[in-house]
């Protein structure tokens, strides 16, 4: 085969290339956008949120500022993290988790005003919601990590810190999930003297959807159009 022939066979690669990672970053968003209502669900049962959300949502009790706006600074100071950790190695495309996480704090505002009507006022109808907020959750994160374009933040220190000490993902996430919430707790206690925003509700979201993510990876098939 010739030089030419290569190049011509090549060409219509191309805008397949442009497309399947086009759609990719689109469904990326979609899962973003689809957290931000497992994350407001979760508000809403009252029976405690997630464990990403955890720290935004006992600051807003605490304050008059929005969670979303928390959210944005909590992936930020994780953002920052990754790039103390890994230095010279941080590759500079994943600067655009810093806009991923913006999306996600304007959406997570966006949802909860969307979902204010929620108001559970008995336990298995709190306990209902919160199942329901992770299953939306698992979902969200399912359509986030699958296309391998970006990640957040939240998820994106436990690949760092997973690939610096060589540690499994899986255990790093876990050990990063309750860090966040032990933070969480103790802000809750010195801010509002209280215990607010951790309860099962937080238990139930850090197995539930985990083993939602699974599930969907295990048994949906995924479009080729939109694999790396």
């Not at 973003?32 to 009790?61: K, N, Q, R, Y």
């Not at 860090?179 to 099962?200: C, M, N, P, Q």
Request: hydrophobic fraction near 55%.
């Amino acid at each position: 085969m010739t030089d030419a022939d290569a190049a011509a066979d090549d060409a219509p690669r191309a805008p397949n290339r442009v497309r399947s990672l086009t759609l990719r970053y689109l469904t990326f968003f979609l899962g973003v956008f689809i957290m931000s209502f497992g994350v407001a669900l979760s508000v809403h049962a009252i029976i405690g949120t997630t464990p990403i959300s955890a720290i935004p949502l006992v600051l807003a009790f605490a304050t008059t500022v929005s969670v979303g706006t928390y959210v944005i600074g909590i992936n930020a100071v994780l953002l920052t993290a990754q790039i103390l950790i890994l230095r010279r190695k941080f590759e500079p495309i994943q600067l655009l988790q810093l806009p991923a996480a913006i999306a996600f704090g304007a959406a997570c505002d966006l949802a909860l005003w969307l979902t204010s009507g929620y108001a559970p006022t008995t336990y298995p109808e709190q306990l209902g919601l919160s199942l329901l907020g992770s299953v939306v959750l698992g979902i969200g994160v399912w359509l986030q990590v699958t296309p391998k374009v970006l990640m957040l933040p939240g998820d994106g220190i436990s690949v760092v810190i997973s690939r610096v000490t060589g540690r499994e993902f899986g255990g790093v996430k876990i050990l990063m999930d309750s860090l966040l919430v032990v933070i969480a707790i103790v802000l809750s206690f010195i801010l509002l003297g209280e215990l607010r925003g951790v309860r099962e509700g937080t238990v139930i979201a850090a197995i539930l959807v985990g083993w939602i993510v699974r599930q969907l990876q295990r048994r949906v098939p995924w479009p080729r159009i939109l694999s790396p």
